[in-house]
């Protein structure tokens, strides 16, 4: 019986693993990464007859950084990724005033939370929609935990797992959804774009220097 699965993706857990695989070997480069490959790599842990569905990648533009070049970086690495075939979904940083605990002044912080709740959202969207037999989600996020339990409760049928990415392993996660895996930096290695990469319209993309 044919296995319909989705693939929810974090781009920022992603995105810091990816960071630090770069720090543990020597500048290892790896963020041009071909998530729709890196998933449909995994459907065999899935199930013999597992089938990819669709592939949902969330995340947000750091416009707070306020460096034009970063933004353009992401912008063109999303526009490859939707060329694959990915759903992007955007969400946005937040402002927030903290107070410094050794010199107690109050300092403006960015956060990104709004994903959390665009993966949790669209977990249930799909599950209530019957799109799909088994989800996974592709982070290590203990957010998610209450999410997921309350997921398995109203659709115990559905199969629920996490792929954990490098260096993002979480037993609780793991308890929860029985499974889940570990993504190992070898299938970053494998799993990366074309450089340039060309979209349908013939525009060809770069790889961005400094990702080199």
Known sequence: MRIRTIFLVDGFNIYHSVVDIAHHFSGLSLKWLDIYSLCNSFLHLVGKNAALE?????????????????????????????????????????????????????????EEKETDVAIAATLFTVLHKDECD??????????????????????????????FPYKRHNRELQNLAPGSFKIHKNSYVRHQLPDPFPLSDGTQIQKPPCWQ
């Open 54 to 110: 669709c592939v949902y990648y969330f995340s947000a533009l750091a416009y707070h950084l306020n460096d034009p070049s970063v933004i353009a970086r992401h912008k063109s690495y999303i526009k490859c990724l939707r060329e694959t075939g990915i759903k992007v979904q955007l969400s946005r940083f937040k402002p927030k005033t903290i107070k410094c605990p050794y010199c107690e002044k109050r300092i403006i912080r960015h």
């Open 134 to 163: 088994c989800v996974v989600l592709m982070t290590g996020d203990t957010d998610l935990a209450s999410a997921v339990r309350t997921a398995k409760i109203l659709f115990p049928r559905k199969h629920i797992i996490f792929a």
